[in-house]
Nanobody, 124 residues
Framework: LQLVESGGGLVQPGGSLRLSCAAS????????IGWFRQAPGKEREGVSS????????YYTKSVKGRFTISRDNAKSTVYLQMNSLKPEDTAVYYC??????????????????WGQGTQVTVSS
């Protein structure tokens, strides 16, 4: 059972990145997927989540209108499109999968599996 994030990197303020979270070893379409991030010296923060069917989504206030979460269950992949990036978006981004979650949430304790993370750095 594995989640692998990709798509991180260095981008200038105002730029865009698309993160991917690929699952292997379990049926992703049964899981709510969340994106979390942790900046140096700060606590982990829930960024966005999407329900197993894709009908429910959640965004934390600081990314609403700039980030879009989506999923392709046929490809066992969830995406986080990040636009208008700001230096304060700099963090390691993690995806997580939760089986017994109804709807979308970023309560970390409800998630069963976690990826290793991908670094996003927003800097000029």
């Amino acid at each position: 059972l594995q989640l692998v994030e990709s798509g991180g990197g260095l981008v200038q303020p105002g730029g865009s990145l698309r993160l991917s979270c690929a699952a292997s070893g379990f049926p992703l379409d049964q899981y709510t997927i969340g994106w979390f991030r942790q900046a140096p010296g700060k606590e982990r923060e829930g960024v966005s989540s999407i329900s197993s069917s894709g009908t429910d989504t959640y965004y934390t206030k600081s990314v609403k209108g700039r980030f879009t979460i989506s999923r392709d269950n046929a490809k066992s992949t969830v995406y986080l499109q990040m636009n208008s990036l700001k230096p304060e978006d700099t963090a390691v981004y993690y995806c997580a999968a939760g089986l017994k979650i109804v709807g979308a949430t970023v309560i970390a304790d409800m998630y069963d599996y976690w990826g290793q993370g991908t670094q996003v750095t927003v800097s000029s």
